[in-house]
């Protein structure tokens, strides 16, 4: 059987990769050259474990090739971006654009996968309209299903395999058409439903994420005005057998948790106050965050900023809360060395330094990402080559043991004005 991937990303390649190494054809489509390029001599663009290895071993064996143009094949699955426009509303343009781009090479019988995360009812509303219009019988003709993925970066070759997979279909014989597809690679559950069952029930696992953590991080601005140990009343609720607390951070980034809530809001508007409002929380953070670096030193001063994706151990920037950070603090004029041992020049345009460069001369390290290379740190180089070593951990991931460094994290905020005074009385 022959599958067709479009969309060479964070989902797609894997994707791809895990089905190739099933037994099926696997051609992956993409519009970046490079990413083709790369692909077909086995190597990957992106970090996630496990994932050369695969690659390498599928292509080798020619079961998966890339290419710059659709062919025909048995399944299609579409696997491209769904980002926000500045309004906030889905932009749907990637979705169109590939499904479009597979009408002249669907056949009868063919089964369409759409694995991109959409709004509810995107299916009904949009995908369905655009085969119609070219004369398919939606209904009787093709099998069209959403898929939505739900992986966690880091684990994604694992989860796409032992994950329970929800499929949508437009029809009751096209979720099964679908569904069987992913039995061919899953070892989890698959259940079969209606595909706008399938497209909330995917917004909603990742918009309860979204709640979870803006309420721990409205903890961390309560906490900090009432002198209360946020991550320690934390630890305490989560002993409740019934008590999730998430835990609080510098923002809420990736492609998931940090847009999807957006697509059930502007279906829903008036509504999904609840929802709105967490995003608010979520999205001040990066602003709680540079506030607190002015309890710590003076503008212009530098800081050696530590982690620019948006969770640790990957390379992934996608609406990382560090880069809006790294805006901030420029604008208020503070000299910054970045450093992120995962993260690639060519995924920022700004400067990346390496560990030694970034903490020279700097009076505070601001740590956003909690990457493995950041929980035990060369206090010794610290200590020689910053004055006075600061540190505001934001992720609660770094081991001090030095009494010569100050260490902030979000269970201690409501000292950094009083210890800094006494620091320089």
């Not at 001599?41 to 064996?61: N, P, W």
Request: hydrophobic letters at 45%.
């Amino acid at each position: 059987m022959n599958i067709c991937v479009v969309g060479l990303g964070y989902i797609g390649l894997p994707t791809a990769a895990v089905f190739a190494r099933a037994g099926f054809n696997v051609l992956g489509v993409d519009v970046n050259e490079r990413v083709i390029n790369l692909i077909n001599k086995g190597k990957v663009h992106l970090e996630e474990v496990g994932l050369h290895k695969v690659v390498q071993e599928v292509v080798d064996a020619g079961k998966l090739r890339a290419s710059l143009k659709i062919e025909e094949a048995d399944v299609f699955i579409i696997a491209v971006p769904t980002p926000i426009y500045d309004n906030l509303n889905v932009n749907l343009q990637y979705v169109i654009s590939a499904i479009k781009s597979i009408i002249p090479y669907v056949k009868k019988g063919n089964i369409v996968i759409v694995e991109s995360t959409i709004p509810p009812k995107t299916i009904d509303d949009v995908i369905v309209p655009i085969f119609e219009a070219t004369g398919w019988n939606v209904k009787e003709d093709i099998y069209l299903a959403h898929c939505p993925e739900r992986v966690l970066p880091g684990r994604i070759l694992v989860e796409l395999v032992e994950n329970t997979r929800i499929v949508g279909g437009y029809t009751p014989l096209a979720a099964y058409k679908a569904a069987e597809i992913y039995r061919k690679i899953v070892t989890g559950e698959v259940i079969e439903t209606q595909a706008v069952t399938a497209e909330m029930s995917k917004l909603m696992e990742n918009t309860y994420r979204d709640v979870n953590i803006a309420l721990a991080n409205e903890l961390v601005k309560i906490s900090s005005q009432l002198g209360i140990n946020a991550l320690e009343v934390i630890k305490l609720a989560n002993q409740h057998p019934r008590v999730n607390i998430h835990l609080p951070g510098p923002g809420v980034g990736g492609h998931c948790l940090a847009v999807d809530p957006y697509f059930i809001i502007e279906k829903a508007q008036e509504v999904s106050p609840l929802i709105a409002n967490a995003r608010q929380i979520n999205n001040s953070m990066p602003h709680f965050v540079v506030d607190h670096i002015g309890k710590i030193i003076n503008e212009g001063a530098k800081i050696a900023l530590f982690g620019l994706a948006y969770k640790g151990n990957i390379d992934d920037v996608r609406e990382s809360p560090a880069i809006k950070i790294i805006e901030l603090l420029k604008e208020k004029g503070y000299q910054l060395g970045i450093y992120d041992p995962h993260v690639t020049q060519e995924k920022v345009t700004f400067p990346l330094v390496s560990f030694e460069e970034a903490i020279v001369g700097a009076e505070c390290i601001l740590v956003l990402t909690d990457h493995n290379e950041f929980k035990s740190l060369d206090e010794r180089s610290i200590e020689l080559n910053m004055e006075q070593p600061v540190i505001f951990d934001t992720k609660d991931c770094v081991n001090v043991i030095s009494n010569n460094i100050i260490y902030y994290n979000y269970n201690n905020l409501f000292k950094m004005k009083s210890i800094m005074k006494e620091v320089v009385v």
